[in-house]
């Protein structure tokens, strides 16, 4: 049964905010939420949430709005657009922000709510649709002391780990740039490295068994090579995505007159697996590239 006392907005149903959504009812929680898609709003609805049709309607009478949408851009106008969360929510609410963004950018969205009377959490998030879906997210979160209070019953059911970065928004945010700076790398290296097996002629299933057991290998290696082994690139986590967000990296660095080649070379072969016409396959796609300028044969390719 939902308890009446624990009502949260989740803004945004894709493979994440749904699983998040998901985790939140299975906790108690009074769930109302809005996404651009109907038919994620009608699952949720069936699952027991409440479906609306835009972020002020989801923010009414709630004590956390959790925005689980792309980037800064859309994060703005879920806050501040029309029919935006801001001024519908409640006095002392808490808005969790879970998009991948430039901290400076987290900062200014937080001071603009918290003039309001109303907190705002930076917590991006760490893990994919499966661990949404369990309440297993990593959320990397800074904020003040009343924004973790409010907010600390959603995070509980929304994570399996939270951390707790600093008491000012903008700490969060860039811890994940960090991870994502080493993910979008790891991501293109794992690419690389099985195109150019693949191109030595080498049992690519073998291969993965091998370096998963030895040095070279990672989380990423680990978990985006099956995707090549059984030519599947439906999107769990999408080219554009590391497009995005290793831009952003740039963007800090250049700021910053802060060297990345490495992943300035990373942020290049997305952008050319983008410009392929890849841009919404999964990440792993960059493999498929690699493939294309080389002549190496991947599974499922003739």
């Known amino acids: ?48 949430g409440r479906g609306v049709s835009t972020p002020a309607e ?16 859309q994060t703005e106008a879920v806050l501040f657009g029309e029919a935006g969360a801001a001024a519908a929510m409640p006095e002392g609410a808490v808005f969790v922000s879970s998009a991948t963004m430039d901290p400076a950018i987290a900062r200014a969205l937080a001071a603009r709510l918290e003039a309001t009377g109303r907190h705002y959490l930076d917590a991006p998030m760490s893990g994919g649709a499966a661990r949404a879906a369990d309440g297993g997210l990593t959320f990397l979160a800074s904020g003040s002391a009343a924004a973790f209070a409010k907010a600390r019953p959603a995070l509980d059911a929304m994570a399996g780990t939270l951390y707790e970065l600093g008491d000012a928004a903008g700490q969060g945010a860039a811890f994940k740039m960090i991870n994502q700076l080493l993910a979008g790398v790891h991501i293109a290296a794992a690419c690389e490295a099985m195109a150019f097996a693949a191109k030595q002629g080498l049992d690519l299933r073998r291969v993965y068994e091998v370096i998963t057991k030895s040095a070279g290998n990672s989380w990423m290696f680990e978990n985006r090579v099956p995707h090549i082994l059984d030519a599947d690139y439906a999107p769990k986590s999408a080219v554009d995505i590391f497009v995005k967000d290793l831009g952003i990296v740039q963007d800090m660095a250049r700021a910053e007159k802060y060297p990345v080649p490495v992943a300035a070379a990373a942020l290049q072969m997305f952008l050319m697996a983008s410009g392929a016409g890849m841009g919404r396959d999964d990440d792993a796609s960059v493999a498929r590239l690699y493939a294309q300028v080389s002549g190496a044969t991947l599974p499922g390719q003739k």
């Open 1 to 48: 049964m939902t308890n009446p006392t624990n009502r949260a907005a989740v803004i945004g149903l894709g493979s994440m905010g749904s699983g998040m959504a998901g985790s939140l009812l299975r906790a108690g929680f009074s769930v109302a939420a809005c996404d651009v898609n109907p038919e994620a709003v009608s699952r949720l609805a069936a699952a027991g």
């Open 58 to 73: 989801a923010a009414r009478d709630v004590d956390v709005v959790v925005s689980v949408v792309v980037n800064a851009a």
